[in-house]
Each structure stands twice: as structure tokens, then as C-alpha cells.
């Protein structure tokens, strides 16, 4: 595998990148990609998901720089295969109107209900009264820590891996 230096800063999404972000299976994509390669095939049973509806997802995302393809090797079978990873870019990229907002979400419960309820370790619900610049500001800081604990991740690889979401929403009245 190869090592991801992560940029320096964030930067804006393009509307291919946001594009292929707004779909939750795209996104399921890149996160299991992220630590190893895996095959179209192994995608497709671990999304219990066609591997053509697979194909098509993946190539979206490679098309648009989120994915790309890993040396191709010999599997079990002696066939050779063509292994995808994540390029790492995704997490670096802003896009605070993506085209499907739900997306992150829907991939979230997707991964939770997969893991299982006893996979949860923490959680936090919030009610808070917040100005514009009072949500940029808890965004910022709250991105700060995560921001740390991504670049430092190489440090931990021998520890379990853990998912997460942060998301603030305007409440219905």
C-alpha cells in the first residue's frame, strides 16, 4: 500500500468530486478502500450489492480522483485482478452544498447497522441556539481535532479502526 501525505489545507470540492460523493454507496466505496485495496468483486460482496452496479460506482469515483486503481495481481483462482484504494482525497474537500446531502448519512447508518448497536462507543446529541458564524465556528474546531487525529492515523494502525459522523442540522420548529 502506498502512504498518503495529506495536503495542508482543505479546498473547495469540483462538481465532478461532489458529484461522486453524493451517492451513500460511493461513499461506503471509499471508506472500505481507505486501509486496503480491495477488488470490484470483494466490493460487491461486502456490499452484498451486483458487481455491475459496483463497476459503475467505481468508476465514478476513479474518473473523479477519489479512487484509484492498485497494481493488478494474481488471485486465488490464478485470474488477475484489479484492486481500488482510496486516494485519501475525499476527506480534504469542501463542499457545504453537496448534491445529495443525505448521502454521508445514509452511508453512516448503512455502516452502523452493518457493524451492530454494540459496535457504538460514543455518542453526543446536542440542542444549541447558533448563529451563522457560531456553526463556522464549532465546524472549524470540531474539523481541527479530527483534521489532527487523520493526519496522525499511521500512528495508530495497530488499534481498531472506528467510523464516525459529525453533522449539525437546523431543527424543525
Not at 498518503?4 to 472500505?32: C, N, W
Not at 459496535?119 to 446536542?126: E, L, Y
Request: negative net charge; proline residues 6%.
Amino acid at each position: 500500500m502506498h502512504e498518503r501525505k495529506p495536503p495542508e489545507a482543505r479546498r473547495e470540492a469540483t462538481v465532478r468530486e461532489a458529484k461522486a460523493m453524493s451517492h451513500p454507496l460511493r461513499l461506503r466505496i471509499l471508506r472500505l478502500c481507505l486501509h486496503r485495496e480491495l477488488t470490484n468483486k470483494q466490493l460487491a460482496e461486502r456490499l452484498g450489492r451486483d458487481p455491475g452496479t459496483v463497476l459503475y460506482h467505481v468508476r465514478h469515483l476513479t474518473d473523479a480522483g477519489l479512487l484509484e486503481q492498485g497494481e493488478v495481481r494474481t488471485g486465488e483462482s490464478g485470474a488477475l485482478e484489479k484492486p481500488y484504494r482510496s486516494t485519501g482525497l475525499s476527506w480534504w474537500l469542501s463542499n457545504p452544498r453537496p448534491e445529495e446531502p443525505l448521502a454521508p448519512i445514509e452511508a453512516f447508518h448503512e455502516e452502523l447497522r452493518e457493524a451492530g448497536p454494540e459496535s457504538m462507543r460514543t455518542h453526543a446529541r446536542f440542542a444549541l441556539h447558533l448563529s451563522d458564524d457560531d456553526i463556522a465556528d464549532l465546524d472549524r474546531r470540531i474539523g481541527a481535532i479530527i483534521d489532527e487525529y487523520i493526519r496522525t492515523d499511521d500512528e495508530r494502525l495497530d488499534q481498531p479502526l472506528h467510523g464516525g459522523i459529525f453533522v449539525i442540522h437546523r431543527l424543525a420548529e
